[in-house]
Antibody
Framework: QVQLVQSGAEVKRPGASVKLSCKTS????????IHWVRQAPGQGLEWVGI????????NRARNLEDRVTLTQDRSTSTVYMELSSLRSGDTAIYFC???????????WGQGTLVTVSS | QTAVTQEPSLTVSPGGTVTLTCAPS?????????PNWFQKRPGQAPRALIY???NKHSWTPARFSGSLLGGKAALTLSGVQPEDEAEYYC?????????FGGGTKLTVL
């Protein structure tokens, strides 16, 4: 069955970086893009970025593109999201979700809580 | 960055019908925006309900439907159940980037 399994919770200091993983299984990895989405406490969902798994190119939200790096490891069907220069406003649950090209979003990861605190 | 507006909150009675809408700050929503709708309950990952305007997933209850209505993307719930109380988010495509609406908190009362 399709699964997106994310890495565990992280606690970081302001200014540090964090790298999250989203390990996929149960389907052909390069048949679906992987997006990252976050939800800060008491806030709505925010789109972070997309990994085009067949092509390897990425796109990121304008307010995060200087701090977010998306990478992938096709050998393990895993996508990574690294967020640098962390600040308290980055405290959120980060989700990965897959999309078949053309706007077909379906399965989500379970989410990873990132807490930024001094 | 483009803003996408949803009703902040709506209340509906059990068995009733309610329509949630999703609109960009400028212009109308068309099918080219590839509207998706998601349900979010506290403590859970979001769940996909509708993709590309009006298509349902195999797990989407029949009472949920998506459409374009007056230049907006719309999610209609007909015969609302208590378990439909949740937050609902739309997602629109902007040529390689995507933007979520602010979300609608639906109360079933």
């Amino acid at each position: 069955q399709v699964q997106l399994v994310q890495s565990g919770a992280e606690v970081k200091r302001p200014g540090a970086s964090v790298k999250l993983s989203c390990k996929t299984s149960g389907y052909i990895f390069t048949s679906y893009y992987i997006h990252w989405v976050r939800q800060a406490p008491g806030q709505g969902l925010e789109w972070v970025g997309i990994m085009n798994t067949p092509g390897g190119n990425t796109n990121r939200a304008r307010n995060l593109e200087d701090r977010v790096t998306l990478t992938q490891d096709r050998s393990t069907s895993t996508v990574y999201m690294e967020l640098s220069s962390l600040r308290s406003g980055d405290t959120a649950i980060y989700f990965c979700i897959r999309e078949k090209h053309g706007g077909y979003f379906d399965y989500w990861g379970q989410g990873t809580l990132v807490t930024v605190s001094s | 960055q483009t803003a996408v507006t949803q009703e902040p909150s709506l209340t509906v009675s059990p068995g009733g019908t309610v329509t949630l809408t999703c609109a960009p700050s400028t212009g109308a929503v068309t099918s080219a925006f590839l509207p998706n709708w998601f349900q979010k309950r506290p403590g859970q990952a979001p769940r996909a309900l509708i993709y590309t305007t009006s298509n349902k997933h195999s797990w989407t209850p029949a009472r949920f439907s998506g459409s374009l209505l007056g230049g907006k993307a719309a999610l209609t719930l007909s015969g609302v159940q208590p378990e439909d109380e949740a937050e609902y988010y739309c997602l629109l495509s902007y040529g390689g980037k995507w933007v979520f609406g602010g979300g609608t908190k639906l109360t079933v009362l």
